[in-house]
């Protein structure tokens, strides 16, 4: 990954470590030292193309997914034509989601009413988790 070399040592072997508005952060794993990128560049791995067309599919926006993720929403718009996604429209089901840490995603699940009249999804999202949850009526 040379687009993630460490600004220190300048070693390229580096693991990601979480997200920050909107930039990838890594570690370097020779010096530990923490950097992060400014755009995720022309080279977004795949990891980035399932978690964008999971949202999509989802009913998040365009500019939604470039702000969770630090994708453009062109690049995203463009995976989503390449692979000929379409959502199905979302007329009963009202999704919302949120970004947790691991004590706030346990703290959620000790509330039984969370859980109920709803379908979530939860996935990993760098060093926190995304809870994608349907709302089986809308709130009022
Ligand atoms: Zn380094």
Redesign the pocket.
């Known amino acids: 990954m040379s687009a993630s070399a460490?600004p220190?040592?300048h070693?390229t072997e580096a693991t990601k470590s979480g997200i920050i508005a909107g930039r990838q952060r890594f570690k370097?794993k020779?010096?530990g030292?923490h950097f992060t990128v400014d755009k995720i560049g022309r080279e977004v791995d795949s990891y980035y193309v399932i978690k964008a067309l999971q949202l999509y599919i989802e009913g998040v926006s365009y500019r939604e997914i470039e702000r969770l993720l630090g994708v453009s929403h062109v690049s995203v718009m463009n995976w989503v034509k390449k692979y000929g996604l379409k959502a199905p429209r979302q007329t009963d089901y009202h999704p919302t989601y949120k970004i947790l840490n691991h004590r706030e995603l346990a703290e959620f699940f000790q509330q039984p009413e969370n859980l109920k009249s709803a379908g979530m999804v939860i996935t990993e999202l760098g060093d926190k988790f995304m809870m994608i949850r349907w709302e089986r009526f809308r709130p009022s």
């Open positions: 460490c220190k040592c070693a370097c020779s010096c030292y």
